[in-house]
């Protein structure tokens, strides 16, 4: 966390190649520049929140990358950065961490909150998905995966691994907040293999976290 530099890392994640639904789902809901169907990106969420301002100036004065959406909440700050080169994103993460006194090992651990699958949905419940999604339809007969967790950015590594791993559809995603959730919807074995590896790339970030 490295409190004595007066900053608190909540969430740190590099995504190699944004899977073509979670790309396109980011140029609906972005806020600055739009990313491109396999840019690398980064999440980056620190605290105290405003001085996400002065990260993300690091952030571009140093390297390449475009920002693609920025948050400031009471007491966290997060920042999306993106490129279509891997290294110009790594390089920016590191120039905002060694700027700030950081490590990556600094980051919160994951927790996830809920992590369920409604198998083979009825119309109404469909619909009502479908209602307050931003991204694609749920039909009925559809099985819908539910996932909720904290620091609510790491569920955008988690939906771009189901990706990878599975023909499912990107119904809804909430990267910023308190909690984020996530939510995909297809066949029911395509599920399957989407919360798994979904589950995992969760999993796999607090592995490389101490204690």
Request: glycine letters at 6%; charged letters at 20%.
């Amino acid at each position: 966390m490295a409190e004595s530099t007066g900053f608190q890392l909540r969430a740190y994640v590099f995504i190699d190649s944004l899977q073509q639904q979670l790309a396109q789902y980011m140029a609906k809901t972005n806020r600055v520049y739009d990313p491109r169907e396999y840019d690398a990106a980064l999440f980056v969420e620190i605290a105290p929140a405003m001085e996400i301002h002065a990260k993300i100036d690091q952030a571009l004065k140093a390297t390449r990358v475009h920002l693609g959406a920025m948050i400031t909440e009471r007491v966290f700050g997060m920042m999306q950065l993106h490129h279509q080169d891997q290294g110009e994103v790594q390089a920016a993460g590191e120039a905002v961490l060694n700027a700030s006194g950081l490590k990556v090992t600094d980051r919160a651990r994951c927790k996830i909150l809920q992590n369920k699958i409604i198998r083979s949905v009825e119309q109404d419940h469909a619909i009502a998905f479908t209602g307050n999604a931003s991204g694609n339809m749920v039909l009925a007969g559809d099985s819908v995966l539910i996932m909720e967790a904290e620091p609510a950015a790491y569920l955008s590594i988690a939906c771009n691994e189901a990706l990878k791993a599975a023909n499912v559809k990107l119904i809804d995603i909430i990267v910023w907040g308190a909690t984020g959730r996530l939510i995909m919807a297809g066949s029911e074995a395509q599920i399957d293999y989407a919360a798994a590896a979904a589950t995992a790339a969760l999993e796999n970030l607090n592995r490389t976290l101490p204690g």
